[in-house]
């Protein structure tokens, strides 16, 4: 879980998760919205792939990326548990 907070703790990985909850997306496709280079969403991308927030599979020479819900769901969980006890 702490692999995931730090990864959900830049705009960056935040935002291309945002966008791959609209569909799944190349690391080419991702790099379009963003004015950076494509070697920093490569980075990007590895860390949110480190924390299992993306899962990615091999399409040719393409790698295509897409949200892994269950973590994400895991998250929340933990959000919501922890807003109750206070």
Known sequence: MNKAF???SDPTRRKI???LKEKDMTAGDIAEYFDIS???ISHHLNI???ANLVLWEKDG???VY???TTVV???MRWFL?????N
């Open 6 to 8: 730090k990864a959900l």
């Open 17 to 19: 998760l945002e966008y």
């Open 38 to 40: 494509k070697p920093s």
């Open 48 to 50: 949110l792939k480190n």
């Open 61 to 63: 020479q393409n790698i």
């Open 66 to 68: 897409s949200l892994n």
């Open 73 to 75: 769901q895991e998250v």
């Open 81 to 85: 548990d922890f807003r109750k006890e």
